[in-house]
């Protein structure tokens, strides 16, 4: 089915490892993002991309890198994952016209201890 | 204050309930979209709009841009629509700007 894939829907890591959250999308959407979800707060923007590479610092992109090398993977790195990490990730894909809606992945779920 | 609100942050209601959601927004706008998540789950897109009102089955969402709002309303509500509705904005980047969400109890 088309869409936006996520994984892996659920990660435990400790203080200062790193990891790739990982998210794929076969709908040719030029936009992809990354945003972070956390109680009693809006969704976040981390990073986002416009086409295959280029990418760009979003609202809260500290700690994290991401690459674009096909229009189809958007892999977002966590360097040295941090408590303040802790979080639910979410993908979301669209074309890059006004008038496209969003595609969002399923969500991981991370805790760092 | 942030530039997407929400209101009310919580909502419980009784079965076949007629329920209304707010978003008031402070920006600039070339799109409003309602959002669904239900506990534990992925995001939804439910509408995109940038005039007007849409219907889609039970659920109706209306914008005024002069007056910066939209509506998000469910008809004859069902247990099934308890989730987190969120309203997200998008200005004239892709970038969304979310609302904090209204958690929707909807009691059999």
């Known amino acids: 089915n088309a869409g936006v894939t996520q994984t892996p829907k659920f990660q435990v890591l400790k203080t200062g490892q790193s990891m790739t959250l990982q998210c794929a999308q076969d709908m040719n959407h030029e936009y992809m993002s990354w945003y972070r979800q956390d109680p009693g707060m809006g969704l976040r923007l981390i990073h986002y991309s416009v086409g295959a590479g280029i990418t760009d610092q979003g609202e809260v992109p500290n700690g994290y890198n991401v690459s674009r090398s096909t229009t189809e993977d958007f892999p977002l790195r966590l360097l040295s994952a941090a408590p303040s990490q802790t979080s639910v990730y979410f993908c979301?894909?669209?074309?890059?016209?006004?008038?496209?809606?969003?595609?969002f992945g399923s969500g991981t779920r991370l805790t760092v201890v | 204050k942030n530039e997407v609100e929400q209101s009310p942050q919580n909502l419980t209601a009784q079965e076949g309930e007629f329920i209304t959601i707010n978003c008031s927004y402070s920006?600039?706008?070339?799109?409003l979209h309602w959002l669904q998540q239900h506990p534990g789950g992925g995001i939804v897109s439910l509408f995109m709009l940038s005039s007007g009102k849409k219907k889609h089955g039970r659920l109706i969402a209306t914008i005024n841009i002069q007056e910066k709002h939209s509506s998000l309303h469910i008809t004859a509500s069902h247990p099934r629509d308890s989730a987190v509705y969120i309203c997200?904005?998008?200005?004239?980047?892709?970038?969304?700007?979310f609302g904090t969400g209204t958690l929707l109890a909807v009691q059999p």
């Open positions: 920006v600039g706008i070339s799109a």
């Open positions: 997200a904005v998008r200005p004239s980047t892709n970038k969304l700007i």
């Open positions: 979301a894909s669209s074309f890059t016209g006004t008038g496209s809606g969003y595609t």
